[in-house]
């Protein structure tokens, strides 16, 4: 029984599903071998409906997608059915899936960058977006045509079809790229984490304006995300994938209300609450398989607190419960309850109030009044205005804002990467505005007491050097008299909650966490006082973020180690710090302990930071 003979639409006037896929299967074919990627996937998209497709990164979500679209790399095979308006369109030849894209289903990627020319105006890419027959249109109606389009998508600015792409904010490129791959009108529209690296008031902005559309032109959407708040907010139902198969499928508001699989009652669990500070986050152990290493039985079995040996005996079918819903779950009927428990007293746990540290005379970090000014010809843009904060030793501090709120620019100041253009900076009681002003013996100790860990590691990573060679040259940089250089290392690698052989491996083979476990190790290396973390669990799925969490504070416990953490998103900030500045256009708007500035926030922006973040079906 496939996914559209199951549930019914009886609010949708339609007699068959706008996209029915039945069966989709993907293997990766060499000379040595054929691996399994996604196996027996059924999903169906009704027009004007959204729908979401969740899970944690090698799930097989976007694989799904690219198939769907006839995108598949090289060496990738597909079998079953895609079935779109009575076609079945793994079928088609590639002049016909040309075709189809943009006209019938358009897609949207998660870096709008991979989607615009780079050194075409927007208004070019609008242009070549458009139906064929604009191609014999005047210059001046293609341009009207272009304009109309970002008003479509909230860009009133006319000027924005001569800009290109590097010109614009994050928010305004993804708002070009769904204008792009709305211009021949599909019906069907495929969105792979749209806003995953936008900030929480854009994020909103841009989930509420396909929604809008899609409303408005009775649209069907698969939208691709592993944050369920924003399946939750955003989405009819939720489809769980994981290592290659559907695990469940349920309405957004009853899977919120109650998980019927353990994987996805653990993802909705590891979800960081905006509303409370936990003990410790609840996540996921370990990482999702290949399919064929769990091939005949249940594929989260080996991380599964509840498996038994019938979970072992065989794959378990997709088994529809009650009247709209279906569980790969064989003991969910035993389970059920005990699942709702746990879940209950999780809701239930907060920390006690944490009594502030007493700020030394001179903290560990004090920057008062700096502001910075970047400037490209005719161009100034004032990026910091005034800013001061101070950080104690050992204290955990957050700095929260948009995306040009002036968060990292800070960040990189306070590492010597960008030079202040007025104020003051003292790090341990040294004054550091201008880093290449400094003696090597004062560097040398800056170096020591202050490290930094980016949003992605892998770009941060040598992927030519093993982990064991990072870790070693990190040591020997920060104490070039080191021993036993070997033994550090694998008590760096034990500190991240690694085994000492990853030491041997290279960046490419160990996963997002895996390597942003060993991002945090190399900054150990120097034994810092403080550590600086830019975004650096935004781009990780929940509960590998959840992991992250956990370690930065039993890092914190276990070595007295203070934070500065630069997020946008309010529920890690609860999670992480003591105490949180606000920054809006370069200024801090509101500062405090943490739990006060968000459950009593003074200044109208930090309402609507709160405002804009997802915790709910009812968010949009």
């Known amino acids: 029984m496939t996914s559209a003979e199951i549930f019914e639409q009886p609010t949708k006037q339609v007699t068959m599903p706008l996209l029915d896929v039945t069966g989709l299967s993907i293997v990766h074919k060499t000379a040595n071998a054929t691996k399994t990627v996604v196996s027996g996937i059924d999903l169906s998209i009704s027009p004007g409906e959204m729908i979401a497709i969740v899970g944690e990164s090698g799930s097989g979500k976007s694989i799904t997608a690219k198939a769907i679209m006839g995108l598949l790399p090289t060496g990738l095979i597909p079998s079953g059915t895609v079935s779109y308006g009575g076609t079945n369109l793994l079928s088609l030849d590639e002049r016909d899936r040309r075709l189809m894209r943009g006209s019938e289903i358009g897609m949207i990627l998660q870096d709008p960058f991979t ?9 070019k890419i ?38 290109y792409p590097f010109q614009l904010s994050g928010g305004m490129r993804q708002r070009v790229a769904i204008a792009a791959a709305l211009a021949r009108d ?24 396909i929604k809008e559309i899609q409303r408005t032109r009775g649209m069907g959407v698969m939208l691709i995300t592993h944050d369920l708040r924003l399946a939750f907010g955003t989405c009819d139902r939720v489809h769980v994938l994981y290592a290659g ?77 009650g009247t709209d819903r279906l569980s790969r779950c064989v003991r969910i009927d035993e389970i059920r309850d005990e699942m709702v428990q746990l879940r209950k007293r999780i ?37 910091l205005d005034g800013v001061s904060i101070d950080i104690s030793d050992g204290q955990s501090v957050g700095i929260v804002g948009e995306s040009g709120s002036g968060k990292t620019t800070l960040a990189r100041m306070l590492i010597g990467l960008e030079t202040a253009s007025g104020g003051e900076i003292e790090i341990c009681g040294i004054p550091t505005t201008d880093w290449s002003k400094l ?126 953490f630069i997020t946008h998103d ?51």
């Open 439 to 564: 003696s090597r013996r004062d560097t040398s100790r800056l170096r020591s007491t202050v490290q930094m860990v980016f949003q992605d590691p892998y770009s941060s990573l040598n992927p030519k050097r093993s982990i064991g060679w990072t870790l070693q040259e990190a040591i020997r940089t920060h104490d070039p008299k080191a021993r036993n250089i070997a033994a550090q290392e694998a008590e760096l690698l034990k500190t991240v909650g690694l085994p000492p052989e990853y030491g041997q491996r290279k960046p490419v083979g160990l996963s997002g966490g895996e390597r942003q476990r060993v991002a945090i190790a190399r900054a150990l290396a120097a034994q810092p006082q403080l550590l600086i973390c830019d975004e650096s669990v935004s781009a990780l799925d929940m509960s590998v973020q959840a992991q992250i969490l956990n370690l930065f504070g039993k890092i914190r416990a276990e070595r007295g180690l203070g934070y500065l």
């Open 186 to 209: 599909p019906k069907l529209l495929i969105a792979d984490e749209p806003s995953t690296a936008l900030d929480v008031t854009t994020q909103r902005e841009i989930l509420a304006l």
């Open 245 to 321: 198969s559907l695990l469940e499928v349920a309405p957004s508001v009853e899977f919120e209300h109650e998980p019927l699989h353990p994987y996805s009652h653990g993802l909705l669990l590891s979800e960081p609450p905006v509303d409370r500070k936990l003990h410790e986050m609840l996540s996921i152990p370990g990482s999702v398989p290949d399919p064929d290493d769990v091939t005949g039985m249940c594929s989260f079995a080996p991380r599964c607190q509840w498996a038994s040996a019938v979970c072992r005996e065989g794959t378990p079918a997709l088994v529809q419960i």
């Open 570 to 620: 309010l529920a890690i900030v609860r999670q992480i710090s003591d105490y949180v500045y606000v920054m809006h256009r370069g200024r801090v708007v509101e500062s405090g302990p943490t739990k006060e500035v968000l459950e009593q926030p003074a200044d109208p922006y930090t309402r609507k930071l709160i405002t804009s973040t997802p915790q709910s079906s009812d968010w949009l």
């Open 126 to 163: 609008l242009a070549e977006s458009l139906s064929p027959e604009f191609a014999k249109r005047s210059r001046s109606e293609k341009r009207q045509e272009a304009i109309r389009r970002l008003a479509e998508v909230g860009i009133h600015d006319p000027s924005v079809v001569d800009r």
């Open 347 to 383: 809701q239930a746990e907060a920390t006690e109030a944490v009594s502030e540290p007493d700020s030394p005379v001179e903290p560990l970090v004090r920057v008062r009044d700096v502001y910075k000014q970047f400037s490209s010809g005719k161009l100034s843009v004032r990026a």
């Open 115 to 123: 989607m615009l020319n780079p050194v075409m105006r927007c208004g």
